[in-house]
């Protein structure tokens, strides 16, 4: 079945390292978004892709990046840890004109 | 520009008991509107979507939805509650023209038995 992972579940890192969040889904979706998830606040769009080689910023993207290789992957990477991103990331994706987004498992990070 | 205001960050019910749960939203065309669910410490599941088909929309474990243009309104209803629908519940829009979703900030659904 066709399915959307993430890794690691947790980590712990310390402020100032860079980290990279992987998301892989087997949906062979063009379109894949990370969020990250507060309380009080839902989820907020971080970066999002609508293909290969294609990337764009969301409402809270300062100190994220992502690239876009291939159609089955969108990293997310942390150039410099803050304590402000400790949080619980989601990544989803989802089909041409499909309205549905399929959310992965989610990565719960907590920086030092 | 579109968004969506759940009315209740929390909700209690007892068991076997309906529920509402409140989502007002906003948008200058005609939305598409979903409700997620997220049990703890899992990823969201789709529960029900509505894209300008029939108004009252039925979902996944007896939920369903009813939109409502002139208040411009989209709650989720359940005629009975489980112990195994204690969640947080997340209404949903997507906004024109792109394959972005707006979230609310949740209701979080406690059952009693």
């Known amino acids: 079945d066709a399915e959307i992972t993430q890794s690691p579940r947790h980590k712990i890192t310390e402020t100032g390292r860079q980290v990279t969040l992987a998301c892989h889904q087997t949906?062979?979706?063009?379109?894949m978004f990370w969020y990250r998830q507060d309380l009080g606040h839902g989820l907020r769009l971080i970066h999002y892709?609508?293909?290969?080689?294609?990337?764009n910023k969301g409402e809270v993207s300062d100190g994220y990046s992502v690239s876009r290789s291939n159609t089955e992957d969108l990293p997310l990477t942390l150039e410099s840890a803050a304590s402000s991103q400790t949080s619980v990331y989601f990544c989803?994706?989802?089909?041409?004109?499909?309205?549905?987004?399929?959310f992965g498992p989610g990565t719960r990070l907590l920086v030092l | 520009a579109q968004s969506v205001t759940q009315l209740d960050s929390h909700v209690s019910v007892s068991e076997g008991t309906p529920v509402l749960l409140r989502c007002n939203y906003s948008?200058?065309?005609?939305?598409?509107l979903f409700w997620y669910v997220q049990h703890p410490n899992k990823g969201l599941q789709l529960l029900l979507k509505?894209?300008?088909?029939?108004?009252l929309v039925k979902g996944i474990n007896g939920f369903e939805a009813e939109f409502k243009k002139s208040e411009t309104s989209f709650h989720l209803t359940k005629p009975s509650a489980h112990m195994s629908d204690a969640a947080e519940y997340f209404c949903?829009?997507?906004?024109?023209?792109?394959?972005?979703?707006?979230f609310g900030t949740g209701t979080r659904l406690k059952v009693l038995a």
């Open positions: 949906w062979n979706h063009n379109n």
């Open positions: 949903v829009v997507r906004t024109s023209g792109t394959y972005k979703y707006i």
């Open positions: 989803a994706s989802s089909g041409d004109n499909q309205e549905t987004q399929y």
């Open positions: 892709s609508y293909g290969v080689q294609d990337t």
């Open positions: 509505y894209t300008s088909a029939a108004t």
């Open positions: 948008s200058s065309y005609s939305p598409s």
